[in-house]
């Protein structure tokens, strides 16, 4: 169902924001690293995917994200 398909997509997206959020900001997550704590969560998402959404939020690369 397209409407099932679009609140996973959400749903993914929520999570990806609350991963990024919470990230200790001098070693950002990488989308691997993403890939595999939503993996841990159930969510079957490749790392391009995690890329995709990302890019779509506004979020920056993990090496963009680094504090120094």
Not at 53 to 58: A, D, I, K, P, S
Request: without cysteine; positive net charge; aromatic residues 2%.
């Amino acid at each position: 169902n397209n409407m099932d398909e679009r609140i996973a997509t959400d749903q993914i997206r929520e999570l990806i924001r609350q991963i990024v959020q919470n990230e200790n900001l001098e070693h950002p997550l990488s989308d691997q690293q993403i890939v595999y704590i939503l993996q841990q969560g159930g969510a079957d998402v490749s790392r391009r995917t995690v890329a995709k959404y990302r890019e779509q939020m506004g979020i920056l690369s993990s090496k963009q994200r680094r504090k120094i």
